[in-house]
T-cell receptor, first 113, second 109 residues
Framework: EAQVTQNPRYLITVTGKKLTVTCSQN?????MSWYRQDPGLGLRQIYY???????DKGDVPEGYKVSRKEKRNFPLILESPSPNQTSLYFC????????????FGPGTRLTVT | KNQVEQSPQSLIILEGKNCTLQ??????????LRWYKQDTGRGPVSLTI?????NTKSNGRYTATLDADTKQSSLHITASQLSDSASYIC????????FGQGTELSVKP
């Protein structure tokens, strides 16, 4: 089944404790991105990747890192999480940046205390 | 001011009724406009995608319209079902995707 998977789905952590949210797609998509969704603000892009070893900042990159060592994986790293990073995170992928169809993962709900 | 504004913010309708959700945008030019459905706790799923030159696109009971002159799009849902309860998000693509804040639809029996 074609899909985007994220792990973990739920995470509660404390300020400053490094964490990684994994994202994997099995559709051989070149383009992958991370979004956060907050009430009243809609979805905002954090980082995106056009292909392996090519990443770039989205609208809200502060406090996040990403890497794209393999085509299928695009982990999101929070080196020192803070409470304002409490949010619902989505990974998405598509054939290309300008391709119509973007597939979203199931989401990761992160709480930083 | 948001570049993609949706109305209403929330809507409650009875099962079987029709409804229309609105999207006003200021993004211009753009390559396509999309409507997504997002069930609670799930990722958004694409319903329709229209280029700037299209003015209507259907997907089952969902019909999206686009008026490039007034910079408005609407999503019409026919014969609503309980499973239509979700957030509906209007998205305009200009290079990157620009998301509206969504309309929360609740369909009651």
């Amino acid at each position: 089944e074609a899909q985007v998977t994220q792990n973990p789905r739920y995470l509660i952590t404390v300020t400053g404790k490094k964490l990684t949210v994994t994202c994997s797609q099995n559709m051989n998509h070149e383009y992958m991105s991370w979004y956060r969704q907050d009430p009243g603000l809609g979805l905002r892009q954090i980082y995106y990747s056009m292909n392996v070893e090519v990443t770039d900042k989205g609208d809200v990159p502060e406090g996040y890192k990403v890497s794209r060592k393999e085509k299928r994986n695009f982990p999101l790293i929070l080196e020192s999480p803070s409470p304002n990073q409490t949010s619902l995170y989505f990974c998405a992928s598509s054939l290309g940046r300008d391709h119509y169809e973007q597939y979203f993962g199931p989401g990761t709900r992160l709480t930083v205390t | 001011k948001n570049q993609v504004e949706q109305s209403p913010q929330s809507l409650i309708i009875l099962e079987g009724k029709n409804c229309t959700l609105q999207c006003n945008y200021t993004v211009s030019p753009f390559s396509n406009l999309r409507w997504y459905k997002q069930d609670t706790g799930r990722g958004p799923v694409s319903l329709t995608i229209m280029t700037f030159s299209e003015n209507t696109k259907s997907n089952g009971r969902y019909t999206a319209t686009l008026d490039a002159d007034t910079k408005q799009s609407s999503l019409h849902i026919t014969a609503s079902q309980l499973s239509d309860s979700a957030s509906y998000i209007c998205v305009v693509k200009r290079g990157k995707l620009i998301f509206g804040q969504g309309t929360e639809l609740s369909v009651k029996p």
